[in-house]
């Protein structure tokens, strides 16, 4: 070029690239003159001081040309002759705003090996650097890197040479650099370091022993114009990833999925491995990247080698003299568009001949495109192909192909889905191998020739298919469906457009199944194995066993199409989680989605009663159990009792699952059914000692379930259990199945370490249909499920935000219930509208070891608990009730009290999900619960419509004392216990019963009502005998007790009254014995019962006698008699 002259001198040292396949083949010659008179309208004439092997040259090739770059420039920074082969000088650029200008320098001799941040050139956490440049500088003989651009953006570094530089050259160094550009620099003769920086916490493993020229941890730059000509391994090295002491400060980042700024006009030659690789991290763009006019060519391995890559499109590219042109692999989503690749060009070839150049025939073979034969993620499809073929029929290696699959296998069957347009072969035979991989089992493998481009036929370019030849593959081919096979490629060519259908199945327990693919008619079958990856699929949950059916298109009748079912021995079976998806139609004439209809078998009497297989852990080989984000392992003697259980071997995060996939099939055929799920985990630290998991601290294991779509968490959780145990806690719950969940076809059952400091035995884990309405007449006698504890447990029983533990009560156990609610779960069924149901709970409050009882007249709201009933239908909260209230207990009483009668809703008698929770609890205090209970309330009208009439639960806290004190005594009536009434500051006081305790379903407009009651009247604090006259109505002076009763409406106003005094059989009060009240009363016709009283508004109130006498009562009965 012209342009050299007065700018290139006489003594400056210049710099031939490599024109072979070897890294070293560059030339370093000194100028010995410039002659200015060479009459050239384009070139000057130069005089070096040694002669050089002819290079190509642009009179050759202008797109295989060598570079040719002056080394030299009149500022020189060079490392003192004390310096030794490792160490030099460094130029750092620290910590600066201020526009920066580099330009014209030749730095020699700098850096220093092993060293971090000790580099030729360093922009050091610049930041924004925008006008900052790095220019026509010269990197020579660095001992560690060239130009390194460290937490700094938009630096612009351009027209650069690097030269015999060890580790990467032009570097972007932590991962969160970006905007950078990095146009028209050449690096060359880049070599591994011998000794690498270290780890020091934050860079990890260096990898500058495997030197990239370009060498990039963030895609979010540019690269234009550039040339990597001649590395000891990669022209351009994609190595994303986040690293360095500021990495924090960018947690959300992660480079491999970040947008690329632009790829332009690059070009990667006579490198020793790769012109440009991916691996091992992979790019992911989330917008498709675009590689343009990049030119990789005489690269001893590949000229392009993405791994773990996707989203990515290279146009307008050129491969040439590379050992594999182009390989994609465990790489998805790519499209080649308008790119030449050629085997072997004719200007190599002389190269061969005439310069011994080495062979470009790498482990004897010569490749243009090398394939995939999976997806990595199985939405994704393999490639988009727009490539003209070129130069390899005339190449002499053991294996040549234009096109080639490989050889790797993972799950034994092919996805990655490719099609070709525009596709040409300027040499003929078209040489496409499919044998490596139909050698390593792949026999299904099929690419989609869209306008028959294989062919090279103008008038006929119907869409068509390159497949293996086997049997799977041209099973259901018709007979004018024509095939050119090619047994040496182990693939034909056919006049067809195949459709894939992928099953996916639950990998452990479907060992030997095979699916069986039949036309409607049968007259044809074929059967398939399926896979699963090797790696182990007790390390991932999705890793599924996999069934790939590659159909051809049928015409469209009653006849047509297909008929799947799974087999093992030649008998139908079930996986317990069967998806069935149609990938892409590929071409216009593919299988239609509904052709091929899956048959599972019946479901068996009971399949569906225990959902959980091998709970015990006593099946070989972790059966039916895989895992999330950890692996699963069993220890023998480690289990309850001393039997085999199941283990997570590896900590990675708190979401750290074991899991089962459950039959899908069965929560739609027991829809608003509850199971019981129950687990028992012990927590144990590396060393597999016991570490005690305490609920409050919100980390103990739990058991989820999940859909594909969502997540229900917490169905079972840790519950107090007493016993030995072996360290091991029992995770409980009740989970009932909901509509939503009938939609998938994935239904995974979850145990959730939850925590990432240790790791969890698991055992004896199950998930059982409980009983419902139907299963026996006694169902229903008892709602709250264990509401006595009576197994030793709190099964049934959970906590929201609570510590809950089990202490000795007076019926074996009892609850103990602090900071939060205690929730017990209910029968579902087993409430009918509008009819009445009884609630007791029996508790008391503890504070410093010391019990008392709750008094919700006098004591704080906080302080007395509330029962509420809590409805949920479909997983959704629906209405909470409140059913029990607290009721005022004697100073003799131990225990407390909530009671209630209700009437349930509709909201209740529909729920497929019902609590009773005791809430309004103090966190200050401990609950202790005894028992709880709810049981229907039979409409018994004829014989006592009254709870507890009889004093049978042995305390009066039905009653309120009206001015008076309630409590009970011993002996009553019937040798039991009675109400004492004492205390009693007027005539009028006594105790008063409203309709929360008695069915007021009974009451009737005319409706005949009989009241009966045992009484015996004792002077006021003795139990000395007292009388009273049973003619008398002096009510402060003698008369008898009577009984007022009351309605009121809604407002509060009184409807209806009437005082009864009556005892028929009693013509003198006996004194030391009890006397039977009895009165009649008509309700009135007039009063509506319905609507305008409620419940609370009708009461039953013993009153009207004197003041210095008590009372005690005994077996009150209110019942009708017309």
């Avoid at 490599?18 to 003159?33: A, G, K, L």
């Avoid at 390159?466 to 041209?474: A, E, G, Q």
């Amino acid at each position: 070029d012209k342009e050299i002259i007065n700018r290139w001198a006489p003594g400056a040292e210049l710099l031939i690239t490599s024109h072979t396949t070897n890294f070293d083949d560059h030339q370093v010659r000194r100028i010995v003159e410039v002659d200015p008179e060479y009459h050239d309208e384009r070139f000057a004439r130069i005089v070096l001081d040694q002669p050089l092997p002819k290079p190509t040259t642009e009179l050759d090739s202008t797109e295989f040309a060598v570079e040719v770059a002056l080394l030299s420039r009149n500022i020189v920074w060079e490392s003192g002759s004390d310096a030794s082969e490792l160490e030099g000088g460094h130029f750092w650029v620290f910590h600066t705003g201020l526009k920066q200008h580099i330009e014209g320098l030749e730095i020699k001799g700098f850096g220093v090996q092993g060293t971090l941040a000790r580099y030729p050139i360093h922009f050091h956490f610049c930041g924004d650097a925008n006008g900052s440049v790095v220019l026509k500088t010269s990197v020579r003989d660095s001992n560690q890197r060239a130009i390194v651009v460290h937490a700094t953006d938009n630096l612009l570094v351009e027209e650069n040479v690097a030269f015999n530089t060890l580790g990467h050259a032009f570097v972007l160094e932590d991962g969160f650099e970006t905007g950078n550009t990095f146009k028209g620099n050449l690096g060359a003769y880049t070599r591994a370091v011998n000794v690498l920086i270290p780890d020091n916490g934050f860079n990890g493993i260096e990898t500058d022993n495997l030197p990239a020229t370009f060498w990039a941890t963030n895609p979010s730059n540019h690269w234009i114009g550039n040339v990597a000509a001649g590395s000891e391994h990669s022209g351009f090295w994609f190595e994303l990833k986040l690293r360095g002491t500021a990495a924090h400060l960018f947690q959300s980042l992660d480079p491999r999925y970040e947008s690329l700024g632009s790829f332009l006009n690059n070009t990667a030659h006579s490198n020793f491995d790769r012109g440009l690789r991916t691996y091992p991290e992979g790019y992911m763009p989330y917008e498709t990247a675009h590689l343009l006019g990049f030119t990789s060519y005489r690269n001893k391995k590949q000229g392009l080698f993405f791994h773990n890559t996707e989203n990515i499109l290279i146009a307008d590219g050129l491969f040439a003299d590379n050992g594999v042109a182009v390989d994609l692999d465990r790489s998805e989503n790519i499209t080649v568009s308008r790119t030449k690749i050629i085997g072997r060009t004719e200007l190599y070839g002389e190269l061969e001949s005439s310069q011994e150049a080495p062979s470009l025939c790498y482990n004897n073979e010569l490749l243009g495109m090398e394939l995939h034969t999976f997806v990595r993620k199985t939405k994704n499809n393999g490639a988009v192909l727009d490539v003209a073929f070129d130069g390899f029929n005339s190449v002499h290696c053991a294996r040549v192909a234009h096109i080639s699959l490989d050889n790797e296998l993972r799950i034994g069957t092919f996805d990655w889905f490719t099609t070709l347009e525009r596709v040409s072969f300027a040499d003929q035979p078209v040489l496409i191998d499919f044998c490596p991989a139909a050698e390593a089992g792949i026999v299904d493998a099929y690419l989609t020739d869209l306008d028959g481009s294989f062919e090279a036929n103008p008038d006929n370019k119907k869409p068509r298919s390159i497949i293996s030849d086997s049997d799977v593959m041209t099973a259901f081919l018709g007979e004018d469906e024509e095939c050119t096979r090619i047994p040496e490629g182990c693939y034909a060519y056919c006049d067809v457009c195949f459709r894939t259908i992928r099953f996916e199945v639950d990998p452990s327990g479907s060992e030997g199944y095979e699916l069986e693919v039949c036309t409607k008619t049968r007259s044809k079958c074929i059967r398939i194995a399926g896979g699963t990856d090797p790696t182990d699929y007790a390390t991932s949950s999705t890793n599924y066993r996999v069934f790939n059916v590659h159909l051809p298109a049928v015409e469209n009748s009653e006849s047509s199409g297909f008929n799947a079912a799974f087999l093992l021995d030649d008998e139908p079976v079930w996986p317990n989680y069967v998806e069935q998806q149609y990938e892409d139609k590929l071409c216009p004439g593919g299988l239609d989605e509904g052709t091929v209809e899956l048959h599972p078998p019946p479901l068996f009497d009971s399949a569906c009663d225990s959902l959980i297989r091998n709970g015990d852990a006593e099946a070989p080989d972790r059966l039916f159990w895989l895992s999330k984000f950890t692996g699963v392992s069993t220890v023998a003697n480690a289990g309850m009792a001393g039997s085999t259980a199941l283990k997570d071997s590896i900590r990675t995060s708190p979401r750290d699952s074991l899991v089962q996939l459950l039959d899908a099939r069965c929560f739609r055929s027991t829809v608003m059914r509850s199971y019981e799920v129950e687990a028992w985990v012990k927590v144990v630290d590396e060393n597999n000692e016991h570490q005690e998991c305490h609920v409050e601290e919100s980390n103990c294991p739990e058991i989820r379930i999940a859909t594909a779509t969502q997540i229900w968490p917490s169905i079972a959780t840790v519950v107090p259990e007493r016993g030995e145990n072996g360290g091991y806690q029992l995770l409980h719950g009740v989970f009932v199945v909901e509509n939503s969940m009938t939609d998938s076809n994935m239904v995974e059952f979850i145990v959730m370490r939850n925590r990432v400091d240790f790791n969890i035995l698991v055992d004896n884990v199950s998930m059982k249909l409980l009983p419902d309405i139907h299963s026996n007449e006694d169902f229903c006698s008892e709602i709250v499920r264990n509401g006595f504890f009576a197994d030793g447990s709190a099964r049934f029983w959970s906590q929201s935000n609570a510590i809950m533990e089990l202490v000795g009560g007076p019926s074996n156990f009892s609850l103990q219930v602090s900071d939060g609610q205690a929730r017990a779960s209910l029968k579902a069924g087993c409430f009918a509208s509008r009819e009445y149901y009884q609630v007791q709970i029996q508790y008391k409050i503890r504070v410093d070891g010391k019990s008392f009882q709750c008094d919700p007249l006098n004591d704080p709201k906080d302080l007395c608990p509330t029962a509420f009933l809590l409805s949920y239908t479909d997983g959704s909260f629906v209405s909470a009730q409140v059913v029990a209230k607290s009721l005022e207990s004697s100073e003799e009483e131990e225990w407390s009290w909530l009671l209630g009668l209700f009437v349930a809703s509709s909201d209740q008698s529909n729920a497929d999900g019902l609590l009773l929770q005791m809430d309004g609890l103090n966190p200050s205090y401990k609950y202790v619960i005894n028992f709880a209970s709810i049981q229907p309330l039979p409409k018994s009208c004829r014989s006592n419509i009254l709870v507890n009439g009889n004093m049978e639960m042995g305390t009066a806290v039905f009653w309120d004392g009206v001015a008076s004190s309630v409590t009970t005594v011993s002996p009553g009536f019937d040798d039991d216990v009675a109400m004492l009434v004492s205390q009693r500051e007027r005539p009028g006081a006594g105790p008063r019963l409203n309709g929360d305790f008695f069915d007021t379903r009974c009451l009737k407009p005319a409706v005949m009502l009989q009241f009966e009651a045992q009484i015996k009247l004792v002077e006021a604090g003795t139990e000395n005998p007292a009388l009273c006259d049973v003619a008398s109505i002096r009510t402060a002076v003698d008369a008898c007790p009577a009984l007022r009763f009351e309605v009121e409406d809604a407002f509060g106003n009184i409807v209806f009254a009437e005082l009864l005094r009556s005892y028929p059989g009693v013509q003198n009060w006996v004194a030391d014995g009890w006397n039977e009240f009895r009165a009649e009363i008509h309700l009135p016709p007039g009063v509506q019962w319905d609507g305008s009283v409620s419940a609370e508004g009708v009461f039953f109130h013993f009153r009207s006698f004197p003041s210095n006498l008590d009372m005690l009562l005994d077996n009150v009965l209110v019942r009708q008699i017309k």
